[in-house]
Structures are given as structure tokens and as C-alpha cells.
């Protein structure tokens, strides 16, 4: 079955070490994207990535980094800069269509998620 | 700011009750999709919408594009429909995605 593979699912670091989360897809995706979760927040976008060995900074980059050298993995490294690490971490990906102003994202769909504490 | 704004924060039904789940935005869209997530975390997209309604056995989604609203009902509602129900909605022009904060539904059996 195709899909989104985020592991591990629960991951436990100690403060000042940088720590890499897995995304993988295996459903020919174009685009991946990385969200955070807190409490009583919405979803908020990390980075996201249209093509291999691209990506564009969202809302809250600061303190992360990426990487796309395949079109299947977006790993996300959460570094010591990030001052608050713990929180919910979702990973996502998406079919592209078009382009500009008609660009068009369908079958959007989620990992099951990676909740990172630092302790 | 938030362009994506969703009432109720929280809502308890009685099983077999109807539930509607409503979300509001401010910014032009190209699309808006309601999402499900359950207590592990996972997200699971029900719907996304451009205009019109969609339905999926007990799960109908409405927009309504001149006064950017959506509404996500359930009609007959179940325990197993207890989870987060998130709205999201595709910025016009562009990909990104803005998402509100969710309603946390629990059924009562």
C-alpha cells in the first residue's frame, strides 16, 4: 500500500544535540511538506519541497533544515537553535498540478507523526 | 492573525446526534479540505472542496465561496467519530496552506 512512513514515533533528545526525523513516501508525490503541532495551535508550516534537491522556507524555519536529494525523503533535522524542539511533527506530501497561479495540490497525505521531546 | 478560524473549540454530542463543525476564512482559496485526527496523532484528509458539497457516507462538507465559509456535518454521529477535525485551506495563488485550530469532538455512547 502506498502511503507516508514517519519514524520513529516517539523520539527523546536531550537539549543542545540535533536530531533528524524521517519522512518517506512511496506514493510518487511531487511535493512533501513538514508541519509542527502544539497545543491549541494550528498546523504550522517548517518547509516544504516541490521538486528533488529544492525547498522554500515556511512560517516557522528558524532553528530546522531539510533536505531533498530523493523524490521519496524529506527528513527534517531539528538543530539546537530551535529554542522550543518539543512538540508534534507531521509530515506530508502532495501530487502537484500546474503551475503559478494555477497550481493545484491534490491527494494530500499525512504521516502519522513523530512526537519529539527534549528533555 | 488567523486566516482560518473554526467554532466549536471543543464539542461533546450524545450518539446519534447531528454535529456540524463549522470553519471561516479571510484570504482568497483555492481549495479547503477538512481533516480528521485521531488521539496516536495521524491525519487523514476527508475532504477538500472547491465549491459545492461533498459526501462520504455519514460525513457531508459544504462551501460556500462568497462568504468563505465551509461546514463539516455528521450526521448520525458514532463514538469512532471522536477526534480532531481540522480545516485547512489552500492559498490562491500559491501552495501554502494555512490551518485552523481545530474542533475536538467526543460521542458519548
Known amino acids: 500500500d502506498g502511503g507516508i512512513t514517519q519514524s520513529p514515533k516517539y523520539l527523546f533528545r536531550k537539549e543542545g544535540q540535533n536530531v533528524t526525523l524521517s519522512c518517506e513516501q512511496n506514493?510518487?508525490?511531487?511535493?512533501m511538506y513538514w508541519y509542527r503541532q502544539d497545543p491549541g495551535q494550528g498546523l504550522r508550516l517548517i518547509y516544504y519541497s516541490q521538486i528533488v534537491n529544492d525547498f522554500q522556507k515556511g512560517d516557522i524555519a528558524e532553528g530546522y533544515s531539510v533536505s531533498r536529494e530523493k523524490k521519496e525523503s524529506f527528513p527534517l533535522t531539528v538543530t539546537s537553535a530551535q529554542k522550543n524542539p518539543t512538540a508534534f511533527y507531521l509530515c506530508?506530501?502532495?501530487?502537484?498540478?500546474?503551475?503559478?497561479?494555477?497550481?493545484?495540490?491534490?491527494?494530500?497525505?499525512f504521516g502519522s507523526g513523530t512526537r519529539l521531546t527534549v528533555v | 492573525k488567523n486566516e482560518v478560524e473554526q467554532s466549536p473549540q471543543n464539542l461533546t454530542a450524545q450518539e446519534g446526534e447531528f454535529i456540524t463543525i463549522n470553519c471561516s476564512y479571510s484570504?482568497?482559496?483555492?481549495?479547503l479540505h477538512w481533516l480528521q485526527q485521531h488521539p496516536g496523532g495521524g491525519i487523514v484528509s476527508l475532504f477538500m472542496?472547491?465549491?459545492g458539497k461533498k459526501k462520504h457516507g455519514r460525513l457531508i462538507a459544504t462551501i460556500n465561496i462568497q462568504e468563505k465559509h465551509s461546514s463539516l456535518h455528521i450526521t448520525a454521529s458514532h463514538p469512532r467519530d471522536s477526534a480532531v477535525y481540522i480545516c485547512a485551506v489552500n492559498l490562491y495563488p500559491g501552495n501554502q496552506f494555512y490551518f485552523g485550530t481545530g474542533t475536538s469532538l467526543t460521542v458519548i455512547p
Open positions: 472542496l472547491s465549491s
Open positions: 506530508a506530501s502532495s501530487m502537484v498540478s500546474g503551475q503559478g497561479m494555477l497550481l493545484l495540490l491534490y491527494g494530500y497525505t
Open positions: 506514493l510518487n508525490h511531487d511535493a
Open positions: 484570504v482568497g482559496i483555492s481549495a
